[in-house]
Structure formats: structure tokens, C-alpha cells
């Protein structure tokens, strides 16, 4: 399964960016998807996911109410909506895929990474 993600950028706080990931060369319905991110100096953090099996969603405290994950199976791609961006939410951003039923993991599948910054 290979990864790209995109939609990273350049954001004022209190701003919104979507993150989109799109899947090739795997069922993208039987996985379950993540999204993670690591900021410079920091250990990567979980920080949403939605499980295969279920679609339950499940989110990071810092992160809930402010982000929503989605998946659309028939193009193959999972989105990160993200509004009220803080400057701590600065970070590279990785989609990953798995079938795990965990919502952090394990994953066999990692993307690039996509930066967000937000500008205080």
C-alpha cells in the first residue's frame, strides 16, 4: 500500500486546513486508516483514526472538537479536517494504514508526511 498525503500549508491560528491521503495498490476498505504527526524536537503522536472494522472515529484530547477525520473508500482517501488551528498543532502530518483494530496501531503503512504551520 503506498501513501501520499497532502494539503499541508501555511495557516494563521484559528484558521482551517484539510489534509487529504490518498491510497494505491491495496483495498483501502479493509484498513484502517491514521494520523499522526511529529513536531521538531518531539516524539510523533497519535492523532486520529478511524477503524476498519467499525468506522468508529477516535480522536487525541488536544485535538477534539477541533478535528474530524473522514474516509471516502470509493476514492480511496482519508481526509483530516482541522479548524481552530493552534500554533501547537505545528507539526509534519502522516497518514497510515493497517489492520489494526487499535486506533494507534500498530500500522503497516506510512506515508511522507505533509508540514503544517500555524502562525501565531
Known amino acids: 500500500v503506498q501513501l501520499q498525503a497532502s494539503g499541508g500549508g501555511l495557516v494563521q491560528a484559528g484558521g482551517s486546513l484539510r489534509l487529504s491521503c490518498a491510497a494505491s495498490?491495496?483495498?483501502?476498505?479493509?484498513?484502517?486508516m491514521g494520523w499522526f504527526r511529529q513536531a521538531p524536537g518531539k516524539e510523533r503522536e497519535f492523532v486520529a483514526a478511524?477503524?476498519?472494522?467499525?468506522?468508529?472515529?477516535y480522536y487525541a484530547d488536544s485535538v477534539k472538537g477541533r478535528f474530524t477525520i473522514s474516509r471516502d473508500n470509493a476514492k480511496n482517501t482519508v481526509y483530516l479536517q482541522m479548524n481552530s488551528l493552534k500554533p501547537e498543532d505545528t507539526a509534519k502530518y502522516y497518514c497510515?494504514?493497517?489492520?489494526?483494530?487499535?486506533?494507534?496501531?500498530?500500522?503497516?503503512?506510512w506515508g511522507q508526511g505533509t508540514q503544517v504551520t500555524v502562525s501565531s
Open positions: 478511524v477503524l476498519w472494522s467499525s468506522y468508529r472515529t
Open positions: 495498490g491495496g483495498t483501502f476498505s479493509s484498513y484502517s
Open positions: 497510515a494504514a493497517g489492520r489494526n483494530n487499535w486506533s494507534r496501531g500498530p500500522y503497516d503503512y
